[in-house]
């Protein structure tokens, strides 16, 4: 299947690469494989911290830039941590312009140990995404640690995961055929 829509970016503000963050991040490229999408993943835990910090230049970190720019997708996935998301999505959206995500779909996934910190979507990676200019998917994911087993997501999380990035998808689809 061809993708009708232009590149898609699934970035990971976890620092464990074996997160229930980063599992649904994976399962989310899987779905938007499925739907043909061309995707880059960054794990920010990987890139060096003095070029994330904004210290000095790396061509890894200006890569990432570059292709969270260039998205027509996006999902971004953290865990909790203190009520809002991960410094390392703090730190990489400090380097981006107001309009560096200007038009983008942003699907927010999140992860925490209780229900109690839901609105970390809402009241986090909401503002933080739109920022930059993007559109914040409204059918973002939020998973506390019950919804997991052995560190993998059950099916009933699996399923509410591939209609996010479904949602989101559709509506990217939607934005670029409005503006073609």
């Given at each position: 299947?061809?993708?009708?829509?232009?590149?898609?970016?699934?970035?990971?503000?976890?620092?464990?690469?074996?997160?229930?963050?980063?599992a649904l991040l994976e399962l989310a490229a899987r779905a938007l494989d499925e739907l043909g999408a061309e995707t880059?993943?960054?794990?920010?835990?990987?890139?060096?911290?003095?070029?994330?910090?904004?210290?000095?230049?790396?061509?890894?970190?200006?890569?990432?830039?570059?292709?969270?720019?260039?998205?027509?997708?996006?999902?971004?996935?953290?865990?909790?941590?203190?009520?809002?998301y991960t410094g390392l999505l703090k730190v990489f959206f400090d380097q981006m312009r107001t309009d560096t995500m200007?038009?983008?779909?942003?699907?927010?996934?999140?992860?925490?140990?209780?229900?109690?910190?839901?609105?970390?979507?809402?009241?986090?990676?909401?503002?933080?995404?739109?920022?930059?200019?993007?559109?914040?998917?409204?059918?973002?994911?939020?998973?506390?640690?019950?919804?997991?087993?052995?560190?993998?997501?059950?099916?009933?999380?699996?399923?509410?995961?591939?209609?996010?990035?479904?949602?989101?998808?559709?509506?990217?689809?939607?934005?670029?055929?409005?503006?073609?």
């Amino acid at each position: 299947m061809t993708s009708s829509i232009g590149p898609a970016i699934l970035i990971s503000g976890s620092p464990s690469p074996t997160s229930r963050s980063r599992a649904l991040l994976e399962l989310a490229a899987r779905a938007l494989d499925e739907l043909g999408a061309e995707t880059t993943l960054v794990d920010l835990a990987a890139l060096p911290a003095a070029a994330l910090l904004g210290r000095e230049r790396d061509p890894a970190v200006d890569a990432a830039l570059a292709a969270a720019g260039n998205a027509e997708l996006a999902v971004i996935a953290t865990p909790v941590y203190r009520a809002t998301y991960t410094g390392l999505l703090k730190v990489f959206f400090d380097q981006m312009r107001t309009d560096t995500m200007r038009d983008t779909v942003v699907l927010p996934i999140a992860t925490a140990a209780s229900p109690e910190h839901a609105l970390a979507i809402t009241h986090g990676l909401a503002p933080l995404v739109a920022s930059v200019g993007a559109i914040v998917y409204p059918g973002g994911v939020f998973a506390t640690d019950a919804e997991f087993q052995g560190g993998r997501p059950v099916a009933a999380l699996e399923s509410r995961l591939t209609q996010a990035v479904s949602g989101a998808y559709a509506l990217a689809r939607a934005l670029r055929a409005r503006v073609s």
